[in-house]
């Protein structure tokens, strides 16, 4: 069953009304008729099925029919810390990582970061990933999309986790004692994992003495030099094997 998605499902008498991109979608894309049924997801993690009841070229009227109970939360909050990619692997790394269930992602701006963020057009680039991150929310059936925040300096990034209790790490490929797998399988389950990832030139000295002084442990993947985009999605993915919930649902 399709899954379209709004801010908020507001509803009125078992009514709901969709407006805006998804109404577009509905009507002019896929050109559902009255009667079709879909699922209704919105941003506070609330999901239903429902059916057309009317369309007009601006706004589709649906019943809310049956309330669908949110899936299951990961028991670990995954939290990505993504130095600014070029736009293509930024988003290709925001979506694959929210698909796969990380709850929080922070973009930062360090040292050696190519792409610089041009806050004259702040508001247009957080749109634009927020709506990657809806898509992603419907592909993978999430209760509500991932959240994910303006840039920051690296600094503000790293103090930002200095008193979080959780498993901090910091991926460097000069780290040659300590790769993630190993720290995984010796460390008790976290209810809260951060992962730093730097730029395509990589993280400086001076940054990770930095992430260490805050409580971030230097992780590498062995041999492996994997591109920024893949490394994100990677960590997500072992994270979430390891302490996550990617297993059958019950």
Known sequence: MRRFFIEEIIERDGLCTVSGTEARHITKVLRMIQGDRFILMDGKGKVFEARIG???PKEVIVNLEKKIPPPKASPVYITICQALLKSGPMDYMI??????GVNLILPFMSE??????????????????????QSAAKQSGRGRPADISPPQRFHETVSRFK???ALKVIFWEEENSMGLKGLLKTS??????????????????????????AGFIS??????????????IAIASI????WGDLEPVS
Not at 95 to 100: A, D, G, I, W
């Open 239 to 242: 994270v979430q094997y390891e």
């Open 95 to 100: 979506q694959k990582t929210s698909e796969l």
């Open 188 to 213: 008790s389950p976290a209810k809260e994992f951060v992962g730093i990832v730097g730029p395509e030139g990589g993280l400086t000295g001076k940054e990770v003495e930095a992430a260490r002084d």
């Open 219 to 232: 992780v590498s993947f062995g041999s492996r030099i994997l591109r920024a985009e893949t490394a994100a």
């Open 54 to 56: 009317a369309l007009s």
């Open 112 to 133: 050696r970061t190519v792409v610089k963020f041009d806050r004259d057009r702040a508001v247009n680039k957080m749109k634009h990933w927020q709506n990657i991150l």
């Open 163 to 165: 008193c979080e209790e």
